[in-house]
């Protein structure tokens, strides 16, 4: 029987040498599955001291490896000793797992609202605010080029106000089959006007006319 | 020289015989000249699988000498190509076969006019049953996903492992070197694990030996059985572990499902391939035949010095 004697860390593991933390983990998990006292595929095949002696050795391995510090420092020593040539050991080469959601980094708030006031102040912004707000029935149509025009886009209003994106979409495109019922979408029009700094009753009560014009 | 696959595996009531049976059926209908050899001696049953009825001559009369040549005791089954060597007719007490006449019998196997010879083994880690598994380096295991199967079979691999170094320290001249571990340990019971560590510590170039020729064995692994909630993973672990822990490679052939209709086809005496050549459990055995017959690597014997 050989046992892990001759093996290094990354051996043991069965992992490449420029292995990503995730790949570690995971292969520790395996390992594991495999060696645990449980597992069906040893089942016997050691003593109750070699299977303690080689968990013990994949535990050690895990820790050495997981640890940036410390695999620096065993990645150093595998060079010393020759086992290893430095040229192989590169971290450019280690694979990342890739993030199931992208989440963007957090838009800073206050400098978000210190945006939209400067730009209702600009006149030309006036104007559209204006002659939005003055007609009878505002669309979804109208709410965008409000929008548009203060350039806010809509993962910044899902940021600050955390309406899904699809909400604000169906309601930027009249969408009135996929809407909230009434009560939610009179809120999230409440504070998609009051981010953009315009008159929150003048919108909900034009909108809803839009959308429902008896 | 044929190509020889002995298939064992410790635990009785794996599938050997049915594997065996199943899988030279296959072999055959690719076109290959096959013959089965029954060699659980004592408790043989490859036949029932064939639903072979003619047992005229078989093993005994190689054994007593009515005839001289092994081949003349192969009989056709009702497969075209497939012959069958049946151990029927032996005597109640063959079980315990004489080391020359298991040496005759290896002897002869190795010089079979067929494409395949499949041996069919039986349960246990009798010293008959590892040499007759030794006769070829391509001995396949069979087990089942149950810990007492795995308990077997692993101990099985273990003791045709072992049963395979002793043969290379007499084949070698280790003579020396083992005397002289023994001679430095005062511990009674001797284990071979220590002793290859020591070879491999003290001698490293005859320890080189010992691991080139123990890597000539290229073992398969058989999970027959396999059921739904099986880990599908199990068989590749089997052969990861064995492949790091032994110095002898390991290849995992695939998973044969278990099946209800192989009892059917035991009870109705039908070949079950024949019977049910579409199930999973066909395809499954048919995956295996395809791997083994490409297997393109040249077969190397472990001669006859035993």
Known sequence: MKNFDELNNYEILDISINASEFEIRQAYKEALSIYDKDSLSTYSLFTDEERSNVLKKIEEAFYTLIDETSRADYNNMLVKSGEVEASRLNIKDQRKPIPLFRTRTSIDESSFYKKIKRKVEEKEIKEISNQILSKDVISGKDLKTLR????????????????????????????????????????????????????SKRVVDGYLKSINPS | MPRIYPIGGGKGGAGKS???????????????????????????????????????????????????????????????????????????????????????????????????????????????????????????????????????????????????????????????????????????????????KFIMEHYPKRGELLKSRLRESQFKLILNQFRKQTDPTLGVKIEKVCNRHFYSKFQFLGNVSYDERVYDSIFSRKIYMAKYPYTPAATDIQFISKKLTDISQVPISVSSKL
């Open chain 1, 148 to 199: 548009e025009s203060m350039g806010v886009n809509l993962e910044e209003i899902f940021e600050v106000a955390r309406i899904s994106i699809s909400i604000l979409r169906s309601i930027e495109e009249n969408e009135t089959e996929s809407l909230p019922s009434k009560i939610y979408l009179k809120n999230f029009l409440k504070l998609y006007a009051e981010i953009l700094q315009v008159d």
């Open chain 2, 18 to 196: 049915f594997i065996t049976a199943n899988l030279g059926v296959l072999l055959a209908k690719q076109g290959k000249r096959v013959v089965l050899v029954d060699l659980d001696l004592g408790g043989s049953n490859l036949h029932t699988f064939l639903a072979h009825q003619n047992q005229k001559t078989d093993l005994n009369d190689f054994l007593n000498k009515t005839i001289n040549n092994l081949n003349h005791a192969a009989l056709p089954t009702i497969i075209p190509n497939l012959s069958i060597i049946c151990s029927i007719n032996c005597s109640l007490e063959i079980a315990n076969l004489f080391h020359a006449q298991k040496l005759k019998i290896i002897k002869a196997i190795q010089r079979l006019p067929y494409d395949y010879v499949l041996l069919d083994l039986g349960a246990g880690t009798h010293f008959n049953t590892l040499d007759f598994f030794l006769t070829s380096n391509e001995g396949i295991f069979i087990f089942t996903p149950e810990p007492t199967a795995i308990e077997n079979t692993l101990r099985f691999i273990k003791a045709v492992y072992y049963r395979k170094l002793r043969q290379l320290f007499k084949q070698n001249a280790f003579n020396v070197i083992v005397k002289k571990f023994l001679d430095r340990s005062n511990d009674t019971s001797i284990k071979l694990p220590d002793i290859i």
